[in-house]
Each structure stands twice: as structure tokens, then as C-alpha cells.
């Protein structure tokens, strides 16, 4: 134990020594005889502010609260996160300090939900579109009958249910499907993207009829909302340009 502890505060403790050594190629090198870990200098960072909209972005860049360095990042992370960044400072770090998480609705996507929660819900949570798609969707989702729902074809896609016409008559009815929808999936302040989705309705003898909607861009909506995000902050940056480079 003793021996073990003598070796730690020769090896571990004392100062490391440095050589220079002549190299083959005539130069000379210079060797510690234990390794060295480089301390990287520290600092000041501020702490990142978080935002739920585009527009309190413009408003903290524009009111110059905050000191800046010359040339500052806005990177549009998601459909729904924008970052602000320094450029390079110090030991090449970046100082982060705007995270904008857009607020949004919640819809569920690509699952069954009750009748009545699929109408709420696409009546709260998606734009009106020039096309009528989402009042058909809605118009469908709510008159049709239990018990009435059929597969169309083979193919698993097309359905056809009976659908209350008025009063007293009804009328057997395919199911609008793909349909175009614009659902609100990125900041308020920026056009919301039209997506297709598969609509489809189902019926359980305990719970009653439910619908879905499934997306169907494979995801092509993700580049055109943070292209739009990209669009609306270099518009409304274009004074300042020279300082703030906007990336998506």
C-alpha cells in the first residue's frame, strides 16, 4: 500500500516535465513525460430567453435590448422551433440565446378518435380552406349513420356509408378520401401548409363510430412551413440584413 501510494505522488502529482527532442528530419519536438488536458478558457454566456411566437423575436431584435456580436444566426429548426446564435466568439463557441417553440394546438394524427371529439377538434384546430375539404370532412363526419359504414373496393382505400340528407332522408355516400387539409402546424404568423390525408371511419359496437386522419405528403409539409418561416423573418429583417442571416 505504501509503495502504491509513493508511485501515485511521483506519477500523479508532481509537475510534468517537458523535453525537446531532435527529430529525425533535424527539427526539434517538444514531449511532456505525462498527458496534458488543455483548460479552455471561460466565457460570459448569456442564458437563452424562450418565446412562443415569430413576433416577439422581431420585437427582442429590433428593440436592441440585449448587446449582439456584429453577425448573429436565426436558424429555423423545425416547423414549429427558431433558434438565435452568435457567430463564432472565443474558442469557436456559439452563445444561444432566443428559443422560439411555437404554441400550438394538439391533434391526434393518425389515430381513431370518437365522432365527436374528431369534429371538435377539426373545427378548432384547422383553417378554412377556398376548396371546402374540411367543411365536407365535418359535414360527413357528422351525419353519418351507425351501422352503415362498408368497404367500397378491394383495395382497402375507398368506404361508403350512409349520410343524413335531410329530415327524413338519407343516402349512401363515399367517404371524401384523400382530402386536403390545412391544419395549423407551425407559427401563427406564417402561411400554414395544405397536406393530404387519408380519412377514414370505423364503428365498435361499444364505442360508436370514430374517425381518422392520416397524413399522406409524406412529410413534404415540414420544408414548405420552414421555408415559410425563412421567407417571413427575412422580410421582416431586411433593414437588418448586414447583421441577421436567417438559415432554415
Known amino acids: 500500500m505504501i509503495k502504491e501510494a509513493m508511485k501515485y505522488l511521483v506519477n500523479e502529482l508532481a509537475p510534468a516535465n517537458i523535453h525537446e527532442i531532435q527529430l529525425e528530419d533535424g527539427k526539434t519536438g517538444k514531449f511532456s513525460d505525462r498527458s496534458l488536458y488543455r483548460i479552455k478558457p471561460e466565457y460570459p454566456m448569456a442564458s437563452a430567453i424562450t418565446m412562443s411566437t415569430l413576433s416577439s423575436l422581431l420585437d427582442y431584435i429590433k428593440a436592441n435590448i440585449d448587446e449582439m456580436q456584429g453577425k448573429m444566426i436565426i436558424h429555423v429548426v423545425s416547423p414549429t422551433k427558431v433558434r438565435l446564435y452568435s457567430q463564432l466568439i472565443g474558442e469557436r ?37 377556398p376548396e371546402g375539404n374540411k367543411d365536407l370532412v365535418l359535414k360527413f363526419a357528422g351525419t353519418v349513420e351507425s351501422g352503415t359504414i362498408a368497404q367500397y373496393s378491394d383495395d382497402g382505400v375507398s368506404q361508403k356509408a350512409t349520410v343524413k340528407k335531410g329530415i327524413t332522408s338519407t343516402e349512401q355516400a363515399l367517404v371524401p378520401s384523400p382530402v386536403s387539409l390545412r391544419p395549423f402546424r407551425t407559427f401563427v404568423e406564417v402561411e400554414q401548409p395544405v397536406s393530404d390525408f387519408i380519412f377514414r371511419i370505423k364503428e365498435d359496437k361499444y364505442d360508436g363510430i370514430a374517425c381518422a ?36
Open 93 to 129: 463557441d456559439r452563445e444561444y440565446m432566443v428559443d422560439v417553440v411555437a404554441d400550438l394546438p394538439k391533434f391526434p394524427f393518425d389515430e381513431f378518435v370518437a365522432n365527436e371529439r374528431f369534429i371538435i377538434g377539426v373545427q378548432s384546430k384547422f383553417m378554412d380552406d
Open 213 to 248: 386522419i392520416i397524413e399522406a405528403d409524406g412529410g413534404a409539409w415540414k420544408n414548405e412551413a420552414m421555408y415559410n418561416i425563412k421567407k417571413y423573418l427575412q422580410n421582416e429583417l431586411a433593414d437588418y440584413s448586414d447583421q441577421f442571416t436567417v438559415i432554415s
